[in-house]
């Protein structure tokens, strides 16, 4: 055996994960840019299925690939293999996106193992690079990216509360333990006080905090905060619907109204930095929904045509803003059920079955 039996062929750039993108990722995110000529996107779309057909895929992926992990093919490659490897570097040829062949003893923790590779997490991982102009940011898929590829839609861009997640008996319900039948009254003023934090001007939690004494409520603020904002619960059927769609080869990414604290709190405790591929929150975006430049601004660090993208949310001012941005976009909360969100999304040729 080869001192180095591993082989990984990658481009320069670092996605994500830290390191490196691989081959396969490499030209799918040329085509999710729609950069591939018709001829060249035929072709990678064959030779994508050939590889789904022949190449295992591994467990980690499941998940969306929560330990970031990547894949090292073993050495030597197989003849018909290999020649098909070449095809796919090619492409990258020949749109000039420079890649080169890895080889190592040692790539990082083995956490899975087939005839053909292994999947590793990598021991060190490095800061996301700036991107090659063209380049879409986004995971390849695990399926067929046929039907994405058939779709003048290759974006889908959700809302978080009323479509992904929600508080257990609501706001109201949330405040009562508090303010009890002033709930409503304070909900209200609050969050009409919450509207320039939302476009990431302000610091939320002190003007909550004196909004709560001048109501009359001494509990700290840190406490209210916690048991009524970070009160969420994920709808484990809108995630699968999200993994339907990544499973697809759509990219898929968040765009949600949330002042810094709460937003914070679904980046990290939520885990939604790893569910999408970009997520876009109105303070740090600098501007909130439904103001069109939302949207604009959205798309654009999407990487994508804002007519590419289909928005989704539980509010009509909101979708109406998506539309004026020249976003194709659709209503739907959580009480219609999720059989008609997909019905919805598959009525602008997006399959999420």
């Known amino acids: 055996m080869s001192d180095e039996p591993y082989v990984r062929i990658q481009v320069e750039y670092r996605g994500r994960l830290g390191v490196e993108v691989g081959l396969f990722v490499a030209v799918d995110h040329l085509r999710r840019e729609g950069r591939l000529s018709a001829e060249h996107?035929?072709?990678?779309?064959?030779?994508?299925?050939?590889?789904?057909?022949?190449?295992?895929?591994?467990?980690?992926?499941?998940?969306?690939?929560?330990?970031?992990?990547?894949?090292?093919?073993?050495?030597?490659?197989?003849?018909?293999?290999?020649?098909?490897?070449?095809?796919?570097?090619?492409?990258?040829?020949?749109?000039?996106?420079?890649?080169?062949r890895v080889t190592s003893s040692d790539p990082g923790t083995i956490v899975y193992e087939d005839e053909f590779q292994v999947g590793v997490v990598p021991y060190q991982r490095g800061?996301?690079?700036?991107?090659?102009?063209?380049?879409v940011m986004a995971p390849s898929s695990p399926g067929s990216k046929r039907a994405v590829a058939a779709s003048p839609i290759r974006h889908v861009l959700l809302d978080a509360d009323g479509v992904l997640q929600e508080l257990p008996g609501g706001w109201y319900l949330a405040m009562e333990p508090y303010l009890g039948e002033r709930s409503r009254e304070f909900l209200h003023r609050t969050w009409k006080d919450e509207l320039p934090m939302l476009a990431g001007q302000?610091?939320?939690?002190?003007?909550?905090?004196?909004?709560?004494?001048?109501?009359?409520?001494?509990?700290?603020?840190?406490?209210?905060?916690?048991?009524?904002?970070?009160?969420?619960?994920?709808?484990?059927?809108?995630?699968?619907?999200?993994?339907?769609?990544?499973?697809?080869?759509?990219?898929?990414?968040?765009?949600?109204?949330?002042?810094?604290?709460?937003?914070?709190?679904?980046?990290?405790?939520?885990?939604?930095d790893e569910l999408f591929d970009v997520s876009c929150y109105s303070h740090d975006l600098g501007v909130a929904k439904p103001d069109p430049g939302f949207f604009t601004e959205a798309a654009r660090r999407i990487g994508a045509d804002v007519q590419t993208v289909l928005?989704?949310?539980?509010?009509?001012?909101?979708?109406?803003?998506?539309?004026?941005?020249?976003?194709?976009?659709?209503?739907?909360?959580?009480t219609q059920g999720h059989d008609v969100l997909v019905e919805l999304l598959a009525k602008h040729g997006v399959s999420a079955g």
């Open 202 to 272: 302000g610091d939320y939690l002190p003007v909550l905090a004196a909004t709560l004494r001048e109501f009359g409520v001494e509990v700290p603020v840190g406490e209210v905060y916690d048991a009524v904002w970070k009160n969420i619960v994920v709808v484990e059927e809108s995630l699968e619907v999200v993994r339907r769609l990544r499973r697809n080869g759509y990219g898929v990414h968040l765009g949600t109204n949330q002042e810094a604290y709460r937003g914070g709190h679904m980046r990290s405790a939520l885990g939604y």
């Open 41 to 100: 996107e035929a072709r990678w779309l064959d030779l994508d299925d050939w590889f789904l057909a022949n190449l295992p895929n591994p467990d980690f992926y499941a998940d969306g690939n929560s330990i970031g992990a990547v894949t090292w093919f073993k050495l030597p490659i197989r003849p018909e293999m290999e020649r098909l490897v070449d095809e796919v570097s090619g492409i990258l040829t020949a749109y000039g996106v420079a890649h080169q």
């Open 127 to 135: 800061e996301q690079t700036p991107l090659p102009e063209g380049v």
């Open 311 to 334: 928005f989704v949310d539980d509010t009509a001012r909101n979708v109406e803003g998506a539309r004026a941005a020249g976003m194709l976009a659709e209503q739907w909360d959580l």
